[in-house]
T-cell receptor
Framework: RKEVEQDPGPFNVPEGATVAFNCTYS??????FFWYRQDCRKEPKLLMS???SGNEDGRFTAQLNRASQYISLLIRDSKLSDSATYLC???????????FGAGTILRVKS | NAGVTQTPKFQVLKTGQSMTLQCAQD?????MYWYRQDPGMGLRLIYY???????DKGEVPNGYNVSRLNKREFSLRLESAAPSQTSVYFC????????????FGPGTRLTVL
């Protein structure tokens, strides 16, 4: 089993739609969780950290479910500019490095 | 403030040639990393340096060597390039090893013929 698993998608949604991605992880002891965004042929950039209580940043909401070992990302009112690959990141088994998921592709269409 | 810089941006090598990818950060970060990204595989850690003077193997270290030249610079060397090393290489840095945001350079697109 991979340490971090994501549905690769693509998720094709119309502008204005709400879309959600899940990511499952193996390391039950992980204390750090992140969502990164990667545009085509560009470097990954931090979208948001994921806290135990969940957090919201504008149209983006991240949630952590420790019991089921998954994190989620909800995007409301999707914009064309949200089209990208979203990478889930957790602390790997061994506790000494971050592990990146392979990413979920989102395509927002007009 | 340039963040993380990488050189070169593109490179084509023949099998067996060697090269060094350069990375520098100006954020005074302690930890630095080298990843490779292949289609459908996500980012895979090659080597990392938790702090100046230390380096450790990541998930896919075979065929690579690294040098943490000082706190700012972390280079990746391919001694004898192979077609399987065709990939996009990203350097990243962070304040600490796991708890903090990693900042990435723009990447090096390497093709080995």
């Amino acid at each position: 089993r991979k340490e971090v698993e994501q549905d690769p998608g693509p998720f094709n949604v119309p502008e204005g739609a709400t879309v959600a991605f899940n990511c499952t992880y193996s390391n039950s002891a992980s204390q750090s969780f992140f969502w990164y965004r990667q545009d085509c042929r560009k470097e990954p950039k931090l979208l948001m950290s994921v806290y135990s209580s969940g957090n919201e940043d504008g149209r983006f909401t991240a949630q952590l479910n420790r019991a089921s070992q998954y994190i989620s990302l909800l995007i409301r009112d999707s914009k064309l500019s949200d089209s990208a690959t979203y990478l889930c990141v957790v602390i790997g088994l061994g506790g000494n490095k971050l592990v990146f998921g392979a990413g979920t592709i989102l395509r927002v269409k007009s | 403030n340039a963040g993380v810089t990488q050189t070169p941006k593109f490179q084509v090598l023949k099998t067996g040639q060697s090269m060094t990818l350069q990375c520098a950060q100006d954020m005074n970060h302690n930890s630095m990393y080298w990843y490779r990204q292949d289609p459908g595989m996500g980012l895979r850690l090659i080597y990392y340096s938790a702090s100046e003077g230390t380096t450790d193997k990541g998930e896919v270290p075979n065929g690579y060597n690294v040098s943490r030249l000082n706190k700012r610079e972390f280079s990746l060397r391919l001694e004898s390039a192979a077609p399987s090393q065709t990939s996009v290489y990203f350097c990243a840095s962070s304040e600490t090893l796991v708890a903090d945001t990693q900042y990435f350079g723009p990447g090096t697109r390497l093709t080995v013929l």
